[in-house]
């Protein structure tokens, strides 16, 4: 189960931080967002072992994933953030690392939505 949280709105420039806390550990844990009409996009993904990560060509440099292994939750900090940012935020999750990480369909335990909004 994961529970996702720290959506808000924020301007152009700004910072939010999303919180997602999982009830144990799992292979990998990942950040996709849907913005309004549009498909959902892969944003950032870490391998809960090691602390790898992937990012989407279009917040790398500005978002940074990570864990905090005694509390069992994925962090996503967002910085410089762009009214393209604007869009639910879902975290998933899977047992095992894929190549295929940036799939949703790869994601077998998703969050609730929390939504991000930026304002310009």
């Known amino acids: 189960q994961l529970q996702a949280s720290g959506g808000g709105l924020a301007q152009a420039g700004g910072s939010l931080r999303l919180s997602c806390a999982a009830s144990?550990?799992?292979?990998?844990m990942g950040w996709f967002r849907q913005a309004p009409g549009k498909e959902r996009e892969f944003v950032a993904v870490i391998r809960w072992g090691d602390g790898n990560t992937r990012y989407a060509d279009s917040v790398k440099g500005r978002f940074t994933i990570s864990r905090d292994i005694a509390k069992v939750t994925v962090y996503l900090q967002m910085n410089s953030l762009k009214p393209e940012d604007t869009a639910v935020y879902y975290c998933a999750a899977r047992p095992i690392y894929s190549v295929r990480y940036y799939d949703s369909e790869q994601y077998n335990i998703w969050g609730q939505g929390t939504l991000v909004t930026v304002s310009s």
């Open positions: 144990s550990r799992t292979g990998v």
